[in-house]
């Protein structure tokens, strides 16, 4: 008997799902307008329970006045551990969602709650481009005594859009720490937001310019992130850790701050994602920092894979697509060769990382011995396309070749991709256009400026012996 099956029949003149049956561990979801999901958990005394997401929750666009919700209601045992750490909410574009947590602890209950937000889909040029959202999280003693009360509420006005009042930022956060288990790492969480704040601010302070770009007030350049600590409940034992980053791979910066609860779990359900986080640390560093701060990083990610106990599909990605961030396409081959299991988004992390550095030829050969190809696929692919035509334009000073390109990219999806608006500064710089380089750098990539375009913007104007302006 099949696992699942699915049958479609026009109905009124619109095709409709008429019958949907799955069997675990498959599960087809049919989404319906202003889904509402209602969750109910009870950790005994003593026990110890992870809640986690394989993605993001996704709403998608509403229709009308409908909203999407979701409620969750926990009540946790004596000396009972709750980690609740799912990825992030994103709104698509018109969306609603409301969001309600409540928790009810005993005095010496345990709880890990992460609570976060992305502004949308940025492929598809949304930031912050939904209608309404607002997440609350309530924490209660036994007695229903408030011990943490908290909301957020995003909601589109006529006279400022969510955009503007985020500015560039893409992500934000709130991390809950309380119980006397969790004394030790919230200590650690403390210093380690302490210090990490120092950096960004010394960076930020060290970036000043003298143009109008919009991070930039009086001279100081807003850190690209931003996270502050504080203690609440009865003597100081709880603590909240809240987050705004411009990018949302940065956030996963926080699940490193939980790697401490490795003791508690077994393997911490957060290593893949601070193996993710230590490789990320390592490739969007600024130019102010020193080379070795990054190889450090690199080979810290890397002596947390040999130590892992466990490694299963994400984590030999993490690496592979870590390495590849970093130029290391050699090593990231290696790693991808050895690896004892492949799935697709192993395949495409590779295939991107050649095309990153400009290995077409060997982003084109992995691609043709790749099983089974989705959209990110043969997106990249597309991509390597243009960068691999852009890069003709520059050889040959084929400015009026590179415009016409130019304008078919603007048309297209791949307008706002850091590697192709690379291309695109490096094709108009090499023909001798700096005015529209500079124009590139400057509209194209605000929102999420990385190495990649940082670098180029600077190749620019060193090659034209603009060393000032570099």
Not at 9 to 15: D, L, P, Q, T, Y
Not at 359 to 384: D, Q
Request: proline share 3%.
């Amino acid at each position: 008997m099949a696992t699942g099956k699915v049958v479609v029949e026009k109905i009124r003149g619109r095709s409709t799902a008429t019958s949907c049956f799955s069997k675990y561990p498959l599960k087809f979801i049919l989404p319906t307008k202003g889904d509402s999901i209602s969750c109910e958990f009870t950790i005994g005394d003593g026990c110890t329970a992870v809640l986690t997401t394989q993605s993001s929750t996704k709403v998608y666009k509403a229709i009308g006045s409908k909203c999407s919700e979701q409620t969750l209601e926990a009540r946790i045992g004596s000396e009972s551990l709750l980690v609740v750490i799912p990825d992030p909410v994103t709104c698509f574009s018109t969306a609603r969602y409301y969001q309600k947590q409540e928790f009810r602890l005993v005095s010496d209950s345990n709880l890990v709650l992460v609570d976060w937000i992305t502004s949308g889909r940025h492929a598809n040029g949304e930031k912050w481009d939904f209608e309404f959202y607002k997440s609350i999280n309530n924490v209660y003693l036994e007695d229903d005594r408030p011990l943490f009360l908290d909301a957020v509420l995003l909601e589109k006005r006529n006279i400022q859009s969510i955009a503007e009042r985020m500015q560039d930022y893409h992500a934000i956060a709130m991390v809950i720490l309380f119980g006397p288990k969790l004394r030790e790492l919230q200590k650690q969480v403390q210093e380690n937001v302490k210090n990490m704040m120092s950096e960004q601010l010394q960076i930020s302070y060290g970036s000043r310019r003298q143009n109008s770009d919009s991070r930039a007030r009086n001279g100081f350049m807003k850190p690209e992130f931003i996270a502050s600590c504080s203690t609440f409940g009865p003597e100081g034992k709880g603590v909240v850790i809240r987050i705004a980053s411009d990018s949302t791979e940065s956030v996963y910066n926080l699940r490193q701050q939980l790697s401490g609860l490795e003791p508690l779990l077994g393997q911490s359900p957060m290593l893949d994602f601070f193996l993710s986080f230590l490789f990320l640390y390592s490739s969007t560093k600024t130019s102010t920092s020193p080379s070795n701060i990054i190889l450090f990083r690199i080979e810290e990610a890397m002596s947390l894979f040999e130590r892992m106990p466990v490694r299963d599909v994400k984590s030999w990605t993490a690496v592979v697509d870590g390495l590849a961030k970093n130029g290391k396409v050699d090593e990231a081959r290696r790693v991808f060769d050895c690896m004892p299991e492949r799935n697709i988004v192993s395949w495409n992390a590779m295939i991107t990382g050649f095309t990153r550095n400009g290995e077409i030829n060997r982003a084109c050969v992995l691609f043709e011995r790749m099983p089974e190809k989705n959209v990110i696929s043969w997106t990249t692919m597309i991509t390597g396309t243009y960068v691999s035509v852009l890069s003709a334009c520059s050889d040959m000073a084929g400015l009026m070749e590179g415009q016409q390109i130019h304008q078919l990219i603007s048309k297209s999806v791949h307008q706002k991709n850091e590697i192709v608006t690379s291309a695109l500064i490096n094709m108009y710089s090499k023909c001798g256009d700096l005015v529209a380089a500079r124009k590139i750098f400057d509209s194209g990539m605000v929102s999420q400026r990385d190495l990649i375009s940082w670098n180029s913007m600077i190749a620019v104007y060193a090659h034209h012996g603009r060393e000032r302006s570099s």
